[in-house]
């Protein structure tokens, strides 16, 4: 009978979950997508945590909530003492492998008051978000006159320098970046350069790269010993520049109609505001830019999809499918100039619902092979997913999410989740900066169900509301509306139900609390007791007998 015996975790970044032939889109076709919803289960309710890069990942590799993890920006550490998926795994048998991405921040304040050694086994999984790493490589290496956003050596800068292309970071100058006629940089990050092939080989370029990188670690893991592995692309993120073939694949003619209305910008929530008048969404917005722009984010998708047939054909030949869940996802989207944004960060569906497909080759997931669910699903429901899939049972006083399991055994479950959660911290940007409020209250939370979606802001902002069954595409905003107040209290009823959560008493399970129940009386600690009759005498008898001497008669 076909087990899962190993996990093949695979994430892109900033993969929008209607950029996808299965999930709707009219003109990017994507057949190895396709291929795996097809053998699988797709998830079409699927929200993150964070909608930014780092805090959504540690979300992903904890099984918690921003809230709980505490890492809730790029580059916030997570935490010394935080229990990752590897190390949940580990529990159970499983190996848990990096190639690729996390954006994990290594809380070196933390190991050195612990004196934990990072070059050690221990200390290295934690510095590494509880991955063993075959190849750790964030992909995002801008340098500007204050020095290089990630220090870190590059393995992929690296691979460029071996294979011809010079410089101290070909990652720019070449796999992000066009050429002009006469030889000058075309760099990828001004978007008027987006149209143009980036100037590398299409080999070369790194997400055929590390789809080399994740088939040479199945190739070498032991194979007796089962694992997962990570395999996290960098791509379709920015800078948005594609290499040729993909440079030109599709063009305005395929570029989807901008999602968005004038009356978004009336009377708006102030943080909203704040964040259609930034830097990003003017250049956008920008004539002739967004029309530049998709054309490159959907041949940046079509090579991930291509690179997706590549490792699908090699599981299959190397009888790896027959053994191994496949899992594909994002750590957010891309509002491509919706609602009058770029980037992410907000919390309409292009931004905070991502692609979730899984494909199980057990038996058991026969039934629900080509399904798609649209149950209300957590990015930290993975955790949990995995977890049973290497034999564990959940430990659920730390891990927040629920296991996926029963959907992709078309099991009945009840009592599933009514809403979904999405946490965002903008205190350390310009937005912040301008509204004038200060970390604390620079926060914002999404409650979503299945007909409404509602933005609380700290700072004393007034919240945000969109009716789903209604307004699907979000475009008008009910937070201010007196007729919807009752909808509004539910929402604060549900932000307050999910805040007590008891998210860290994580040293201890329920099933130990109940344990300890009566157990002090059974170690001699007899508080409320008058005269011993009210207990058994197996409690009385290490209290009773005679002593040798009666001091109490001395002086």
Same mark, same amino acid.
């Not at 291509?306 to 027959?322: A, K, N």
């Not at 937005?431 to 999404?446: E, H, N, Q, V, Y």
């Given at each position: 009978?076909?087990?899962?015996?190993?996990?093949?975790?695979?994430?892109?970044?900033?993969?929008?979950?209607?950029?996808?032939?299965?999930?709707?889109?009219?003109?990017?076709?994507?057949?190895?997508?396709?291929?795996?919803?097809?053998?699988?289960?797709?998830?079409?309710?699927?929200?993150?945590?964070?909608?930014?890069?780092?805090?959504?990942?540690?979300?992903?590799?904890?099984?918690?909530?921003?809230?709980?993890?505490?890492?809730?920006?790029?580059?916030?550490?997570?935490?010394?003492?935080?229990?990752?998926?590897?190390?949940?795994?580990?529990?159970?048998?499983?190996?848990?492998?990096?190639?690729?991405?996390?954006?994990?921040?290594?809380?070196?304040?933390?190991?050195?008051?612990?004196? @934990?050694?990072?070059?050690?086994?221990?200390?290295?999984?934690?510095?590494?978000?509880?991955?063993?790493?075959?190849?750790?490589?964030?992909?995002?290496?801008?340098?500007?006159?204050?020095?290089?956003?990630?220090?870190?050596?590059?393995?992929?800068?690296?691979?460029?320098?071996?294979?011809?292309?010079?410089?101290?970071?070909?990652?720019?100058?070449?796999?992000?970046?066009?050429?002009?006629?006469?030889?000058?940089?075309?760099?990828?990050?001004?978007?008027?350069?987006?149209?143009?092939?980036?100037? @590398?080989?299409?080999?070369?370029?790194?997400?055929?790269?590390?789809?080399?990188?994740?088939?040479?670690?199945?190739?070498?893991?032991?194979?007796?010993?089962?694992?997962?592995?990570?395999?996290?692309?960098?791509?379709?993120?920015?800078?948005?520049?594609?290499?040729?073939?993909?440079?030109?694949?599709?063009?305005?003619?395929?570029?989807?109609?901008?999602?968005?209305?004038?009356?978004?910008?009336?009377?708006?929530?102030?943080?909203?505001?704040?964040?259609?008048?930034?830097?990003?969404?003017?250049?956008?917005?920008?004539?002739?830019?967004?029309?530049?722009?998709?054309?490159?984010?959907?041949?940046?998708?079509?090579?991930?999809?291509?690179?997706?047939?590549?490792?699908?054909?090699?599981?299959?030949?190397?009888?790896?499918?027959?053994?191994?869940?496949?899992?594909?996802?994002?750590?957010?989207?891309?509002?491509?100039?919706?609602?009058?944004?770029?980037?992410?960060?907000?919390?309409?569906?292009?931004?905070?619902?991502?692609?979730?497909?899984?494909?199980?080759?057990?038996?058991?997931?026969?039934?629900?092979?080509?399904?798609?669910?649209?149950?209300?699903?957590?990015?930290?429901?993975?955790?949990?997913?995995? @977890?049973?899939?290497?034999?564990?049972?959940? *430990?659920?006083?730390?891990?927040?999410?629920?296991?996926?399991?029963?959907?992709?055994?078309?099991?009945?479950?009840?009592?599933?989740?009514?809403?979904? @959660?999405?946490?965002?911290?903008?205190?350390?940007?310009?937005?912040?900066?301008?509204?004038?409020?200060? *970390?604390?209250?620079?926060?914002?939370?999404?409650?979503?169900?299945?007909?409404?979606?509602?933005?609380?802001?700290?700072?004393?902002?007034?919240?945000?509301?969109?009716?789903?069954?209604?307004? *699907?595409?979000?475009?008008?905003?009910?937070?201010?509306?007196?007729?919807?107040?009752?909808?509004?209290?539910?929402?604060?009823?549900?932000?307050?139900?999910?805040?007590?959560?008891?998210?860290?008493?994580?040293?201890?399970?329920?099933?130990?609390?109940?344990?300890?129940?009566?157990?002090?009386?059974?170690?001699?600690?007899?508080?409320?007791?008058?005269?011993?009759?009210?207990?058994?005498?197996?409690?009385?008898? *290490?209290?009773?007998?005679?002593?040798?001497?009666?001091?109490?008669?001395?002086?």
């Amino acid at each position: 009978m076909a087990k899962a015996r190993n996990i093949l975790f695979i994430m892109y970044d900033q993969l929008r979950h209607d950029y996808l032939s299965c999930t709707g889109h009219p003109h990017l076709h994507t057949p190895h997508f396709d291929r795996v919803a097809a053998m699988g289960v797709r998830f079409s309710n699927c929200f993150v945590q964070s909608t930014i890069c780092g805090a959504s990942r540690m979300s992903f590799y904890t099984g918690r909530y921003v809230q709980s993890h505490g890492a809730s920006w790029n580059n916030f550490p997570l935490k010394v003492g935080e229990i990752t998926m590897g190390d949940h795994l580990r529990d159970c048998g499983m190996d848990s492998w990096l190639v690729g991405k996390t954006h994990m921040k290594v809380d070196q304040t933390g190991l050195d008051r612990l004196g @934990i050694n990072a070059e050690s086994v221990i200390g290295a999984r934690v510095a590494e978000c509880g991955f063993d790493i075959f190849v750790r490589e964030d992909g995002i290496y801008p340098q500007g006159p204050d020095g290089m956003y990630d220090s870190k050596p590059s393995p992929y800068n690296a691979y460029l320098n071996k294979n011809n292309y010079p410089g101290i970071n070909p990652w720019h100058d070449y796999a992000n970046s066009g050429v002009e006629d006469d030889m000058a940089i075309a760099s990828g990050w001004l978007l008027q350069h987006t149209d143009k092939p980036a100037n @590398i080989r299409e080999h070369d370029s790194e997400t055929p790269w590390l789809t080399r990188c994740g088939i040479d670690f199945i190739k070498t893991a032991k194979p007796d010993q089962p694992w997962l592995c990570h395999l996290s692309y960098i791509k379709p993120h920015w800078p948005y520049i594609v290499p040729k073939p993909y440079h030109n694949m599709y063009n305005q003619s395929h570029v989807l109609p901008v999602v968005r209305s004038e009356a978004e910008k009336q009377n708006p929530n102030a943080v909203y505001e704040a964040y259609f008048t930034n830097a990003i969404a003017k250049a956008i917005a920008t004539d002739g830019i967004r029309e530049k722009v998709v054309p490159a984010y959907m041949g940046l998708i079509k090579q991930c999809d291509d690179q997706l047939g590549v490792l699908l054909d090699y599981l299959d030949t190397s009888g790896r499918m027959e053994d191994t869940m496949i899992v594909l996802t994002s750590d957010h989207g891309d509002y491509l100039g919706d609602h009058w944004l770029g980037e992410k960060d907000l919390f309409h569906d292009c931004s905070v619902k991502v692609p979730l497909i899984i494909y199980d080759p057990s038996a058991e997931a026969d039934n629900t092979r080509g399904t798609v669910c649209d149950e209300l699903v957590e990015s930290i429901d993975l955790t949990a997913t995995f @977890i049973e899939t290497a034999g564990g049972e959940v *430990p659920d006083h730390i891990v927040e999410g629920k296991s996926l399991h029963p959907f992709l055994r078309g099991e009945q479950v009840r009592n599933w989740r009514e809403f979904a @959660i999405s946490e965002f911290d903008y205190s350390a940007t310009m937005m912040a900066a301008k509204l004038d409020i200060s *970390p604390k209250d620079a926060r914002l939370f999404m409650v979503a169900d299945k007909e409404w979606k509602f933005m609380h802001s700290e700072g004393g902002f007034r919240p945000m509301l969109f009716d789903l069954k209604n307004d *699907p595409q979000e475009l008008n905003d009910l937070g201010d509306s007196k007729e919807h107040q009752t909808t509004i209290e539910l929402m604060y009823e549900r932000l307050g139900q999910w805040s007590r959560r008891a998210s860290q008493r994580s040293t201890k399970s329920d099933a130990a609390i109940v344990a300890m129940r009566g157990a002090s009386r059974k170690m001699g600690v007899l508080l409320g007791v008058v005269d011993g009759s009210e207990l058994t005498p197996g409690i009385m008898k *290490p209290i009773t007998g005679k002593v040798e001497h009666r001091f109490v008669d001395e002086e």
